[in-house]
């Protein structure tokens, strides 16, 4: 069955390691019959959560009117999340970081996000997988906050010059995440 994929990126470089991946996922899930709509935050104005708790009250998902507000409404038509993006000082980068708080907009605007699927791609410099905890785990306990089911992770390290993805399968298992939706 096909579905609404929206994958949105946190790498703020066009020919990394992560937006390889990332590429290498959206031509196997469009190849698959699912509709994928992409937002590389990292070339968005997105600002952080606000916690003013006014989401929606202006027809908008942020009161504070940046990009979020195009992203929103495809998250809340898609079927599926999938986020992509490099671990930043063993964190999540900040590109990306404003949207993910932002999803708290959902919650406090009552929009019933609860059953979509959600993925994550991600790479880090070192060849320590616990490195990627600091992305991994905020993720995972987002996910089951809004009730998401996270179908798959795709976690390679030993990445960080434009192209060392290319020493791993990294782009391969990023191809075959597509098949767990």
């Not at 992203?71 to 992509?84: G, M």
């Amino acid at each position: 069955m096909s579905k609404k994929i929206v994958v949105i990126t946190g790498s703020p470089r066009k020919n990394g390691n992560s937006f390889a991946m990332t590429d290498a996922f959206i031509q196997a899930a469009e190849a698959r019959g699912h509709e994928v709509t992409r937002f590389d935050a990292a070339l968005k104005n997105v600002g952080g959560c606000h916690a003013c708790e006014t989401c929606f009250k202006t027809g908008k998902a942020c009161s504070f009117d940046d990009d979020f507000n195009m992203i929103a409404p495809a998250i809340l038509e898609a079927d599926a999340v999938v986020f992509t993006m490099p671990v930043y000082w063993y964190s999540i980068p900040e590109q990306i970081k404003g949207v993910i708080d932002k999803l708290f907009s959902f919650v406090v605007g009552g929009k019933d996000i609860s059953g979509k699927e959600c993925a994550m791609i991600v790479c880090c410099e070192e060849d320590d997988l616990s490195v990627m905890d600091g992305v991994r785990i905020p993720l995972e306990r987002s996910a089951s906050l809004m009730k998401w089911k996270m179908v798959g992770e795709v976690l390679i390290p030993s990445v960080l010059n434009e192209g060392d993805v290319n020493r791993t399968d990294g782009c391969a298992q990023a191809a075959a995440l597509a098949d767990k939706f």
